[in-house]
C-alpha cells in the first residue's frame, strides 16, 4: 500500500493553531518532496503547499508545512471558519511511479 | 492564465463505454504530464495515471492498469481517460491536473467530471 496516513479529523476553535500530520515512508515522503491541497464541498482540490513548505501566490501564511524524516505536517495558525475544509497530504512516490495520497482530514472550526 | 477544463457530468449503465476529456490551456501543454485522479463519493483522492502529452508515454496505477486507458491529442491540448466497459464502482468524481516536474506535485487541477454508473 503506498498510500500516506492521516487523522480522519481534527478541530480547533477560532484563533487557535492546529496541526495535521502525514505520515509516510521511504519511498515517498522519505525521499521527495511533500505537498497539501485544500477541498472544500463539491469543488475541486487546491494546491495549499508544496516542496516541504512552499506556498503558492494566493495563499496566506497563516498555512505552513514541514517535513521531518518520513513525516510531514500542516500548520495552521490564528484559525478562521473559512478554513473548515478537506485537507490531503500527497507525495511523489517511487514504487508508485505517481503521488501518493494521505486519505484526507477533516478539519472543523468550533 | 494555467486553465483545464473538463467535459461535464455523465450518467451511464454498467457495461458501456465512456470518454471524458480535459482540455489544456495558458501553458506549453507538451511540457508537463497530465494526470487523473479519482475521488469515490465520500472518499478520498486516488491517482489514477499519467501521461506525457509531448510523447504520449502513460504511467498507470496498479490497481487500475488495464481498466481505464489514458490517451493525449497534443493538436488541441487535450488529454482523455476512458473505460470500455464501465462498472457500478467506477461511479466517481474524475480530475485532471497537471505535473509539475520540478517537485512532482500536482499545481493546477480541473474541475472534476462527475462519472454515474447506474443500472
Known amino acids: 500500500q503506498s498510500g500516506l496516513t492521516q487523522p480522519p479529523s481534527a478541530s480547533g476553535t477560532t484563533g487557535q493553531r492546529v496541526t495535521i500530520s502525514c505520515s509516510g515512508s521511504?519511498?515517498?515522503?522519505?525521499?521527495?518532496?511533500v505537498y497539501w491541497y485544500q477541498q472544500f464541498p463539491g469543488t475541486a482540490p487546491r494546491l495549499l503547499i508544496y516542496s516541504h513548505n512552499q506556498r503558492p501566490s494566493g495563499v496566506p501564511d497563516r498555512f505552513s508545512g514541514s517535513k521531518s524524516g518520513t513525516s510531514a505536517s500542516l500548520a495552521i495558525s490564528g484559525l478562521r471558519s473559512e478554513d473548515e475544509a478537506d485537507y490531503y497530504c500527497?507525495?511523489?512516490?517511487?514504487?508508485?511511479?505517481?503521488?501518493?495520497f494521505g486519505g484526507g482530514t477533516k478539519l472543523t472550526v468550533l | 492564465e494555467v486553465q483545464l477544463v473538463q467535459s461535464g457530468a455523465d450518467v451511464k449503465k454498467p457495461g458501456e463505454s465512456l470518454r471524458i476529456s480535459c482540455k489544456g490551456s495558458?501553458?506549453?501543454?507538451?511540457?508537463?504530464?497530465i494526470s487523473w485522479v479519482r475521488q469515490m463519493p465520500g472518499k478520498g483522492l486516488e491517482w489514477m495515471g499519467s501521461i506525457d502529452p509531448s510523447d504520449s508515454e502513460t504511467k498507470y496505477s496498479p490497481s487500475l492498469q488495464g481498466h481505464v486507458t489514458i490517451s493525449v491529442d497534443k493538436s488541441i491540448t487535450t488529454a482523455s481517460l476512458q473505460w470500455a466497459s464501465l462498472k457500478a464502482s467506477d461511479t466517481a468524481m474524475y480530475y485532471c491536473?497537471?505535473?509539475?516536474?520540478?517537485?512532482?506535485?500536482?499545481?493546477?487541477w480541473g474541475q472534476g467530471t462527475l462519472v454515474t454508473v447506474s443500472s
Open positions: 500527497a507525495s511523489w512516490d517511487d514504487s508508485l511511479s505517481g503521488p501518493a
Open positions: 491536473a497537471r505535473l509539475n516536474s520540478g517537485w512532482n506535485g500536482l499545481d493546477f
Open positions: 521511504y519511498s515517498n515522503i522519505g525521499s521527495n518532496y
Open positions: 495558458g501553458y506549453t501543454f507538451t511540457n508537463y504530464w
